[in-house]
């Protein structure tokens, strides 16, 4: 039987999702759970694609097939009593044999939380503290020239070496906490998603921030095609990975 389980993580313990040797990992936490449920059989955990070491999810999608016939409930119980503290199941639902975490998915979308003011020791691993005013309506300007279909090898890590480079962007949003004046939160929402592309695309978006570079010129790093053109990798702990779209 296969299964599909919605489940929220704090990565700040975790060396990515991906199972890694001798590293701590999302994956590697829940196929141990998992094969305690399955009588002590191997159980692969396919997500809707990896976070990076230190990057959150609110809403990560992973499947996985069953030998042992359990109800959904009795699976989210199960997975919860057995799991560590930073990873939980919010949900558990059968799903078809067809079915696949990654392939399946039609969009995601990831949100980063920046701190312009005060540094903040107690958020210091779940927001990026930039510490800084920006220009953020600026920033929003520049965000709105990264929406369509584009090529994004100027914003993915710099040996990725892919076939398509090609993704689409269909939602930019730069939300103002209206409790927090200095608090701002980037929204990201498309087909996909290249490794590193958001928190590169942040980097980035901050420079424009801080007056180092024009909103336009978000135009002419998508059309040169190089990682050199674009601004730094953000920090990890600002991301989330906040929904899967099917």
Do not use: C, W
Request: no cysteine; hydrophobic share 35%; glycine share 6%.
């Amino acid at each position: 039987m296969r299964y599909l389980i919605t489940i929220a993580y704090d990565g700040t313990l975790f060396s990515g999702y991906q199972k890694q040797p001798r590293e701590r990992t999302v994956q590697g936490e829940l196929e141990k759970a998992l094969k305690e449920i399955n009588g002590g059989k191997k159980v692969t955990a396919h997500a809707s694609g990896r976070t990076d070491a230190k990057v959150h999810a609110i809403a990560q999608k992973v499947h996985f097939d069953l030998d042992t016939k359990i109800t959904v409930d009795k699976l989210e119980k199960a997975l919860n009593s057995l799991l560590p503290e930073d990873i939980y199941v919010k949900k558990a639902e059968e799903v078809n044999d067809d079915f696949h975490a990654r392939f399946s998915a039609i969009g995601k979308e990831y949100i980063y939380i920046l701190n312009m003011g005060e540094y903040n020791p107690l958020e210091r691993n779940y927001v990026y503290q930039h510490n800084k005013k920006l220009d953020v309506v600026e920033m929003e300007r520049a965000m709105k020239y990264l929406e369509g279909t584009h090529n994004f090898k100027s914003f993915t890590k710099a040996d990725e070496e892919k076939e398509d480079y090609v993704r689409t962007i269909s939602q930019t949003n730069l939300i103002r906490d209206t409790k927090d004046v200095n608090k701002i939160t980037l929204v990201f929402v498309g087909t996909g998603f290249l490794r590193y592309m958001v928190r590169n695309i942040v980097g980035t978006l901050i420079e424009v921030g801080e007056g180092k570079r024009r909103s336009e010129e978000v135009i002419d790093i998508l059309r040169k095609e190089d990682r050199k053109v674009a601004g730094k990798t953000a920090n990890a702990e600002g991301l989330y990975l906040k929904n899967v779209f099917y």
